[in-house]
């Protein structure tokens, strides 16, 4: 059974940083990666990362954010620097089974709150 388990999130000042990270286990994973929800917001794509290191971001955190992930021990760190208010939101984790028929499971979420 794949289980994810995320930490790192919390509150920090604006301009601060933050190191998200989820390790999985259960199986092997093509693709991991880290999506945002706000309040009142659809749930948004922020880096994702393959097996190979070929990595993804979103416009809005290109050159604040850096995915990274250590296949040996299956866990995706996201580096989250000059945090702004509107980073605000429940970090989830992703990780794909499959590249065929691929198959998606979520980690339960981290808050992370950027006061400004």
């Known amino acids: 059974q794949v289980q994810l388990v995320e930490s790192g999130g919390g509150l920090v000042q604006a301009g601060g940083s933050l190191r998200l990270s989820c390790a999985a286990s259960g199986s092997t994973f093509s693709s991991m990666g880290w999506y945002r929800q706000a309040p009142g917001k659809q749930r948004e794509l922020v880096a994702t990362?393959?097996?190979?290191?070929?990595?993804n971001y979103a416009d809005s955190v290109k050159g604040r954010f850096t995915i990274s992930r250590d296949n040996a021990k299956n866990t995706v760190y996201l580096q989250m620097n000059s945090l702004k208010a509107e980073d605000t939101a429940v970090y989830l984790c992703?990780?794909?089974?499959?590249?065929?028929?691929?198959?998606?499971?979520w980690g339960q979420g981290t808050q992370v709150t950027v006061s400004s």
């Open positions: 992703n990780a794909v089974v499959g590249y065929l028929v691929p198959r998606q499971h």
């Open positions: 990362i393959s097996s190979g290191g070929m990595t």
